[in-house]
């Protein structure tokens, strides 16, 4: 993020002169005078060419005046200045500027277009994962946190209180913090902290709307710092890209997390609601699958070494039940209604 007052101030450069700046992207905030999400102030002289091309930058940019999605300001310092520029974009969404003294603006989902970029290289510099990230450069291997748009998603976190030591269902409480709530004490928060238990099971879940990013949590039993599931460090962590669910073990920080409708683990379930057989495909290769029933009993459990599988529901209870997929890339639930 940049900050400068009373100065030029750009995602990438403060200010271009007599320079060239090719292949680029900035995605941070900016804030200052002639502020730009990648270039502040571009100045040209009749010299020295200046040339901007396959760039784009997607952060939030605000300022006193001469602010712009991706150039805040142009000045000409002498007739018929060398410039040239090519294949120039800002996020219009993400960046809160519908203008820019330079480039073309585009909403968030145009962006997510390869096809929108018609000047980038494909082929040897540029990469993207279409409709899900910004355009990231093929050096880096795989997109970063900052290649994905910040928009929010609905996670809902699981935990197994099923090990937890003295733990009363019917008298204690779950609770939930981290840095998504600014690690608000346990129980300061109730709308946003507070789990409830799923039927009779041993699980108890919380959804909340998170941006996208990267976030650290823990569980608690009951108000306060005492009852947290281990002292100390780590804290969980989790990246969220998109729609997911969470599955933990009280007490156990490594076990049982998994990233669900990501772009490494996905798991289609269908037709849901259910009353005879159902389908389950992952990309991931399966291992097991398990099946509780709002009781918290096993009602099905058997292991696989394929991508997909058929299951017979005709003789369970109606109700809802949670599937649990184990595959190769880690664990994935669903919820699945018996009619």
């Known amino acids: 993020d ?17 320079s060239h700046l090719d292949n680029s992207y900035a995605t941070g905030y900016v804030n200052g005078s002639n502020a730009g999400g990648l270039i502040g102030s571009i100045v040209l002289y009749d010299t020295h060419a200046a040339t901007v091309t396959n760039s784009y930058s997607v952060g939030a940019v605000q300022g006193e005046y001469n602010t712009g999605g991706l150039v805040g300001s142009i000045t000409e310092q002498q007739p018929d200045p060398l410039f040239y520029f090519q294949g120039v974009y800002w996020d ?6 519908e203008s820019s003294a330079l480039g073309q603006g585009l909403s968030t989902s145009e962006m997510l277009m390869q096809a929108q ?5 494909f082929s040897d510099t540029w990469s993207n994962i279409e409709n899900v990230t910004y355009p990231y450069l093929q050096w880096q291997g795989e997109p970063g946190l900052h290649n994905y748009p910040v928009i929010e998603h609905q996670v809902t976190f699981h ?34 902290q507070q789990m409830t238990r799923f039927g009779t099971t041993m699980m108890w879940e919380k959804t909340l709307t998170l941006s996208t990013g990267e976030y650290f949590y823990k569980y608690f039993l009951n ?8 002292t100390d460090a780590p804290d969980r962590r989790i990246t969220i890209l998109s729609d997911t669910t969470i599955v933990n073990t009280w007490g156990v920080p490594e076990g049982g997390t998994f990233i669900d409708n990501s772009e490494f683990v996905n798991a289609q379930l269908f037709p849901n609601p259910a009353d005879g057989f159902i389908n389950i495909t992952s990309n991931s290769v ?19 070494d394929q991508k997909a599988a058929s299951i017979n529901v005709e003789s369970f209870e109606p109700g809802m039940y949670i599937v649990h ?8 639930s669903r919820k699945l209604m018996v009619k």
């Open 325 to 332: 997929i184990y595959t190769s890339e880690g664990l994935i």
């Open 286 to 304: 399966i291992n097991r699958i398990r099946i509780i029933d709002i009781a918290g009993r096993t009602v099905f459990s058997q292991a696989y």
């Open 223 to 230: 108000e306060g710092w005492g009852g947290a599931e281990w």
């Open 2 to 18: 940049v900050f400068v007052e009373n100065q030029n101030a750009g995602g990438l450069a403060g200010r271009l002169t007599q």
């Open 117 to 121: 970029f018609n000047s980038f290289d």
């Open 159 to 192: 935990v197994d209180m099923g090990n937890a030591e003295g733990f009363n269902p019917d008298n204690d409480v779950v609770y939930i913090t981290g840095c998504m709530v600014e690690w608000a004490e346990p129980g300061a928060d109730l709308e946003h």
């Open 92 to 97: 219009v969404n993400s960046s809160g500027q």
